[in-house]
């Protein structure tokens, strides 16, 4: 336990320390911190304290403005420095919690800060690892037989997306204007989205990157995650139906990326570890077992093979709030562990052509749907393509996002009487720019 008090229900206990980067109102100066309860840590201030074998050496990390000199120290660093922070923080420990001067300068409430992007994010991949997320649009848009891509159960499939345009949460997104083709008999036609959407998502990134041309193996890809975040990949899905073909999405969703602030260390979550998903069934030896095994997910290859659990048991849920409601309503429930591709198997493939990832670099899971219509990460899901309404409060309705609406993703880890949880995410709409 930690001699800051902190409530059962508050994301930030003494099991989590996710780490951030924060500034004041009069001291501009962006630190890096660390959430405890409602206070922040300010590492910058402690830095002398820590004093173990690796991190004593490399203790100015805590004096930059980002996370990413820390993230880059590796594996064994992110854990020796935890043990630290959890020992500075215990109740048992006086060096801190007696000396009242240094704790004067050290804690500042969250209250009076002002968070900022936790990393200097260099590139940004999105992946597409929900199985539920990509049957329900493949069934949108190409039917039921033909709902997964023949590549989709042998691969992590992604994309490589705008790192600059990544924001952290509270930035306000402006609707993205492109091209869109609303009606297939005419002519491409140019304004602002009208199918204006979220994506429930989540975010590792990586710490300690790899060499140009040596893979990271499978077996060793827990040692390039630092932490997770929660994610907005927002979307605007007609400009992204018109032109997607062949190459992929580009003006749909580069416009704006929402992040949380917080970067929750693996080491956190490892307690809410689950098995992965099953992605084959037994193999038996009759002919008839074996014509059954044919229709049941394939065996990945071996660069993709790992038995530790790496899926992660993170509640999840989208609210949504319009101008004129008092309060948000949660319009999805949903859960980490409904990927299909764990984080571990996305980095060996994005890894396995020798491509070199640097500290920084942010991977995306995708949009995260489960089984359920009420589990559903998108309102292109949700409200099934524009076919069904999403019900607020007061008779409101949405098949898409209005200008004014304010999303705001939340995600935790319930424990026995604390949580590992990220904070929030969140995002309000503004109108499109004016015509030229």
Not at 126 to 139: L, P
Request: charged letters at 20%.
């Amino acid at each position: 336990m930690s001699f800051i008090r902190v409530g059962p229900d508050c994301d930030f206990s003494f099991q989590n320390l996710p780490y951030g980067v924060f500034s004041t109102p009069d001291s501009p100066k962006h630190r890096i911190g660390v959430a405890i309860g409602d206070q922040i840590l300010d590492l910058s201030v402690i830095r002398s304290l820590f004093d173990g074998p690796i991190m004593s050496r490399n203790q100015e990390v805590f004096a930059q403005s980002t996370l990413n000199a820390f993230m880059d120290l590796g594996f064994e660093a992110w854990r020796e420095a935890r043990r630290t922070l959890q020992m500075l923080l215990s109740t048992n420990e006086s060096k801190l919690r007696d000396d009242v001067s240094l704790r004067s300068r050290a804690f500042v409430h969250q209250s009076a800060a002002i968070m900022h992007l936790p990393a200097d994010i260099g590139d940004y991949t999105d992946f597409y690892s929900s199985r539920d997320h990509a049957t329900n649009v493949g069934v949108m848009f190409r039917g039921k037989d033909n709902a997964l891509m023949p590549n989709w159960l042998r691969l992590p499939v992604g994309y490589h997306g705008r790192a600059s345009s990544v924001v952290v949460s509270g930035t306000p997104i402006r609707r993205p204007r492109g091209q869109m083709r609303p009606d297939q008999t005419k002519p491409p036609i140019f304004g602002p989205s009208k199918q204006l959407d979220i994506e429930l998502e989540m975010a590792f990134f990586i710490g300690a990157g790899n060499r140009l041309g040596e893979p990271i193996p499978i077996s060793r890809a827990h040692e390039h995650i630092f932490g997770l975040v929660l994610m907005n990949d927002w979307s605007a899905r007609d400009i992204q139906a018109w032109e997607y073909v062949p190459l992929g999405p580009f003006l749909g969703k580069n416009f704006g990326t929402t992040i949380s602030p917080w970067v929750v260390p693996m080491e956190a979550l490892l307690p809410f570890a689950e098995p992965n998903p099953v992605q084959l069934r037994p193999c038996w030896s009759n002919f008839f077992s074996l014509m059954f095994l044919l229709l049941q997910d394939p065996e990945p290859l071996p660069y993709l093979q790992h038995q530790d659990p790496y899926t992660f048991n993170i509640q999840l849920s989208v609210a949504l709030k319009g101008q004129e409601m008092a309060e948000a309503v949660t319009i999805c429930n949903s859960n980490f562990k409904n990927l299909y591709w764990t984080m571990k198997q996305q980095l060996a493939h994005h890894t396995v052509n020798g491509c070199n990832v640097r500290a920084g670099d942010l991977l995306a899971s995708g949009t995260i749907s489960g089984p359920n219509p009420e589990s559903f990460g998108s309102m292109l899901e949700l409200s099934w393509r524009g076919s069904k309404n999403i019900h607020l409060t007061g008779g409101q309705t949405r098949t898409f996002l209005n200008d004014g609406d304010e999303v705001i993703i939340t995600g935790f880890c319930q424990g026995d009487g604390f949580r590992v949880g990220f904070g929030s995410c969140r995002g309000t709409i503004l109108p499109a720019c004016s015509s030229d």
